[in-house]
């Protein structure tokens, strides 16, 4: 009997849970870290990389094999450059003790609503007194890196805070407003322009700079021009001018779409 609870022991020492659980939440807390940027991206590359070569390596394809080693060399030499920012913010954070601070969860049908028709009422005031306006909202892909260029606000969203952001001559008209959920994250941001030669010649910096964002990320870029106080959208690199109240919460319903539970289970488990 001493010799089956000893053998019990050794299985279930406690040593080895406390082990795997730090373990399981770090990598939890790295993940949800990147989780607000691109390196989302780059790691999911970086795993059809391992798939494809393991799969190389037990059907013997020497060829493929040899230059995914080479591949891989070259990687090790290349990640901190690529992650660097991911790994500055990571150290930032645990030197400010917020390393393990909850994440927000997705919003539901009812919050996203509300969001969207906040945005709409700002754009139709802003619109109407030509008041130049650059509003982002973040997506799948984190845009944690253009909103720490900017000031971190975390406000409630509503119309009268947007169009007061605006206002000329105020301390945060100028640059991008971030939506991440159903907060603003920040104010000020300066984002990528386009380098698109195609683009019309009209098109002043806010149209050039939702484009260039949304060339590298999936965020949907609002877009009030001061000139002519019309209304465009950038999704994907593309621009929809000329929107009105009910085209722009179409549009914004369209591409803000809401999962059902059962979907955003899964979509957790892809990403």
Excluded at 18 to 33: G, K, P, S, T
Excluded at 192 to 198: K, R
Aim: aromatic letters at 8%; one cysteine or more.
């Amino acid at each position: 009997m001493a010799e089956v609870f000893s053998q019990f022991k050794l299985l279930f020492d406690w040593r080895s849970a406390v082990d795997v659980a730090v373990v399981a939440v770090v990598l939890y807390q790295l993940l949800m870290l990147i989780r607000g940027t691109r390196a989302v991206q780059l790691l999911k590359g970086l795993i059809i990389l391992l798939v494809i070569s393991s799969l190389a390596d037990y059907l013997d394809l020497s060829t493929i094999s040899w230059l995914l080693r080479q591949v891989w060399q070259m990687l090790f030499v290349a990640l901190p450059v690529v992650f660097q920012p991911e790994l500055r913010r990571a150290l930032e954070q645990l030197g400010r003790g917020k390393f393990f601070a909850r994440h927000p969860r997705k919003l539901g049908s009812e919050a996203l609503a509300r969001v969207i028709k906040e945005l709409v009422r700002c754009t139709q005031v802003l619109s109407k007194n030509r008041i130049g306006a650059l509003i982002v909202i973040e997506r799948r892909t984190g845009v944690q890196d253009y909103i720490e260029t900017g000031i971190q606000i975390d406000g409630v969203i509503s119309s009268e805070f947007l169009v007061n952001i605006f206002i000329p001559n105020t301390p945060l008209h100028d640059g991008a407003v971030i939506i991440r959920g159903d907060r603003v994250a920040a104010a000020g941001c300066f984002l990528p322009l386009s380098e698109n030669p195609n683009i019309q010649k009209e098109l002043g910096t806010r149209h050039r700079a939702a484009l260039g964002l949304t060339e590298v990320s999936d965020s949907i870029a609002i877009v009030v021009s001061e000139e002519t106080g019309a209304i465009s959208v950038a999704v994907e690199g593309s621009l929809t001018r000329f929107l009105d109240d009910k085209s722009l919460e179409d549009l914004l319903a369209r591409e803000l779409q809401v999962e059902s539970p059962a979907s955003s289970i899964l979509a957790s488990w892809r990403w």
